[in-house]
T-cell receptor, first 117, second 109 residues
């Protein structure tokens, strides 16, 4: 199956700093990438959808200036959490779809656990 | 988005088949039925999906009711590695995935 990687797998940062999370599709070209967040014992919540070379589409209630998404190539998308605060601590998961992988199937990365002190 | 209903939790003995039910009475004609699973501290993993006919792959089988208002994910021989949260999701073509709370499957050795 198609493989998606994320880096880092976990990160701890101080309040007020920015954190960048990378998402890579390793063996397919992800024309669309998705970013989710998941709080402990809760389900995944979609944050935004991005198509390569276009601006991301954010879900209602997600601050686009706080969660910066860049999808500069068909194999790389980044999520930057700006001025992170403790309430941003969560499990962030990306997914890729399209371009050589099975159509209509999202392939998920392993997730990045962010802890903001 | 059309909604699905799944039991919160299920248990099964190792090496026995597991039938995970999902109800979706408001499914539309263009909704595909997708199943994903999430192991602890990992991202979700695609399991299987179908539209009308039953589907089989190396991981599982998907049995879809004739009226499409329910479906069942079948794991033919459960192993400890199958312990996960299983999500049944309806998705129109290339629309976003909306995750519910899923079914937490526990495998008993």
């Amino acid at each position: 199956g198609a493989v998606v990687s994320q880096h880092p797998s976990r990160v701890i940062c101080k309040s007020g700093t920015s954190v960048k999370i990378e998402c890579r599709s390793l063996d397919f070209q992800a024309t669309t990438m998705f970013w989710y967040r998941q709080f402990p014992k809760k389900s995944l919540m979609l944050m935004a959808t991005s198509n390569e070379g276009s601006k991301a589409t954010y879900e209602q209630g997600v601050e686009k200036d706080k969660f910066l998404i860049n999808h500069a190539s068909l194999t790389l998308s980044t999520l930057t959490v700006t001025s992170a605060h403790p309430e941003d601590s969560s499990f962030y998961i990306c997914a890729g779809e399209g371009g050589g992988a099975s159509t209509d199937t999202q392939y998920f990365g392993p997730g990045t656990r962010l802890t903001v002190l | 988005d059309a909604k699905t209903t799944q039991p919160n939790s299920m248990e099964s003995n190792e090496e026995e088949p597991v039938h995970l039910p999902c109800n979706h009475s408001t499914i539309s004609g263009t909704d595909y039925i997708h199943w994903y699973r999430q192991l602890p501290s990992q991202g979700p993993e695609y399991v299987i999906h179908g539209l009308t006919s039953n589907v089989n792959n190396r991981m599982a089988s998907l049995a879809i009711a004739e009226d499409r208002k329910s479906s069942t994910l079948i794991l033919h021989r459960a192993t400890l590695r199958d312990a996960a949260v299983y999500y049944c999701i309806l998705r129109d073509f290339f629309q976003k995935l909306t995750f519910g709370t899923g079914t937490r499957l526990t495998i008993i050795p």
